[in-house]
Structure formats: C-alpha cells, structure tokens
C-alpha cells in the first residue's frame, strides 16, 4: 500500500474545489493517508456514482489514516486517496464500503501527488455501483447553499397559496391557475441560472418580514 503525507482534506457530500472552501469547513490535517492509481472511468464512477467499496479494500485501509490534532494523532476508519494521474480526490466511506463524502486537496498539494503518481502502476479497485446520484456538477458550492434555501422556504409556505402566487407574480411576471407550486418548482429546474438570484433575494425578504 502506498501512502501520501502531510496533506489537508475538507470533507464534504459533493466535491468542492479548494476555492469554495469555507473557513467553518472542518479541515483535517493529515499525517498518512493510504493512496492508489486508478484508471479514469473508475474515478469517475467514485465521484459521480452512489457506490460501495468492496470489503477486501476496506480491511486493508482500516484505520490507515492518521490525523495530526493539537496534542497526538487519531485515525480515520475507511479512507483513501485515489488518482488517475489527472486530479486527486480523496473519499470517506462508512463500515460497509458506501462511499459518503469527498475532498479535493490544495492546489500545490494536488500537484505532488500527480507527480509521485507518475512512477506508479494503476490498480483495480473493486467496487458495486447502487444508483447514479443527482447531477449538480455545474452549480458552485455557493448555488448550492442558496438551492437549498429556496427549497426550504418554498416547504414553509407550501400551505400559503397567496404568498405562493405573490412570489410567483414577482418572480416569473405571471399567474398559474392551479399547481402554482409545482410549477414553480417546474421554473426553478428549468431556468435556474436565469431566475435563481431573484427567487432567493424575494425569499429572503419574505423571511425578514416573518
């Protein structure tokens, strides 16, 4: 088993990239982390997929990974670093092998890795796919946020048809007869990028107004 050194890690349920980092985030500083070469379409299922590790992966990094703290170092049960000498993501996995969150590392950090990755070999990992998850590779950490914001706010006032239809009037310029709801859901997932900071600034002030 090979390992990476010294490195921090941001785990989160989606990929973000160093610079939507947030200074809340809980960073971990690590001291070992186990580390292998994959070919792309298997990084790519890792990231992009719900998927379970097998469990011969799992007892070989048990425990592998070591955390610096203030005063002595802990660890980490199931967790790996993974590169198809391109980027670098590492993953947390609960005791079954479901992979649950992600990190990238630090821009110079990455750039180590992917050139100690050159003198090594790829390997298979194996693993089960369970299902695809949610595509929203395109929207920033921060869209995110704001998505599920709106969602949120939408569920309170899911009983409030007049608030409903006044936010509708003042977001789309129109009038629904009926499903107002609905269809605004139906506009947010059709034209987010055009109408998702209007929703959210109308939403905020009707939160302010609560």
Same mark, same amino acid.
């Given at each position: 088993?090979?390992?990476?050194? #010294?490195?921090?890690?941001?785990?989160?349920?989606?990929?973000? &990239?160093?610079?939507?980092?947030?200074? =809340?985030?809980?960073?971990?500083?690590?001291?070992?982390?186990?580390?292998? *070469?994959?070919?792309?379409?298997?990084?790519?299922?890792?990231?992009?997929?719900?998927?379970?590790?097998?469990?011969?992966?799992?007892?070989?990094?048990?425990?592998?990974? &070591? +955390?610096?703290?203030?005063? #002595?170092?802990?660890?980490?049960?199931? $967790?790996?670093? /993974?590169? #198809?000498?391109? =980027? *670098?993501? /590492?993953?947390?996995?609960?005791?079954?092998? %479901?992979?649950? &969150?992600?990190?990238?590392?630090? +821009?110079?950090?990455?750039? =180590? *890795?992917?050139?100690?990755?050159?003198? %090594?070999?790829?390997?298979?990992?194996?693993?089960?796919?369970?299902?695809?998850?949610?595509?929203?590779?395109?929207?920033?950490?921060?869209?995110?946020?704001?998505?599920?914001?709106?969602?949120? !706010?939408?569920?309170?006032?899911?009983?409030?048809?007049?608030?409903?239809?006044?936010?509708?009037?003042? $977001?789309f310029g129109k009038? !629904?007869?009926?499903?107002?709801?609905?269809?605004?859901?139906?506009?947010? =997932?059709?034209?987010? !990028?055009?109408?998702?900071?209007?929703?959210?600034?109308?939403?905020k002030m009707i939160?302010?107004?609560?």
């Amino acid at each position: 088993m090979n390992y990476i050194y #010294d490195i921090f890690l941001n785990y989160n349920s989606l990929v973000y &990239e160093m610079f939507e980092w947030n200074k =809340e985030d809980k960073i971990f500083h690590i001291r070992k982390i186990p580390f292998i *070469v994959i070919n792309s379409f298997d990084l790519y299922n890792l990231i992009n997929k719900k998927i379970i590790v097998n469990s011969n992966f799992l007892t070989k990094i048990y425990r592998k990974t &070591e +955390v610096f703290n203030k005063k #002595d170092t802990y660890y980490l049960d199931y $967790c790996f670093l /993974a590169t #198809d000498k391109n =980027e *670098v993501v /590492a993953f947390k996995m609960d005791k079954n092998g %479901l992979i649950k &969150e992600y990190s990238k590392l630090l +821009v110079e950090e990455e750039i =180590e *890795v992917l050139n100690y990755s050159d003198s %090594l070999s790829p390997q298979i990992i194996e693993y089960n796919i369970i299902s695809d998850k949610k595509q929203m590779y395109f929207r920033t950490r921060n869209e995110n946020k704001i998505k599920k914001f709106i969602y949120k !706010e939408l569920k309170l006032i899911q009983n409030d048809p007049d608030k409903i239809n006044f936010l509708y009037l003042e $977001c789309f310029g129109k009038t !629904e007869n009926q499903n107002t709801l609905n269809m605004f859901y139906h506009q947010l =997932e059709k034209n987010w !990028e055009e109408i998702y900071i209007k929703v959210y600034n109308f939403l905020k002030m009707i939160t302010v107004k609560r």
